[in-house]
């Protein structure tokens, strides 16, 4: 989509799990939302602190 409309804000939603963070990354959509994927794990805190790594990790990049 971000190669295609040029003047939009993209927005990845639904499914995003620690293990399909990195492809949603790849994508670079300006805005990921995240639910089940922290919600439903045992260690919340620690999987929400590991995708903030990554997400950071790849503005930085």
Known sequence: IK??????KT????G???ETLPGV???QPDLVIVGGGITGADDKQAVA??????????VTA
Request: hydrophobic share 60%; no cysteine; aromatic share 0%.
């Open 3 to 8: 190669s295609v409309v040029k003047n939009a």
């Open 11 to 14: 927005a990845v939603a639904g």
């Open 16 to 18: 995003i799990k620690l």
């Open 25 to 27: 990354i790849a994508a």
């Open 49 to 58: 602190a590991e995708m903030q790594r990554l997400i950071k990790g790849a």
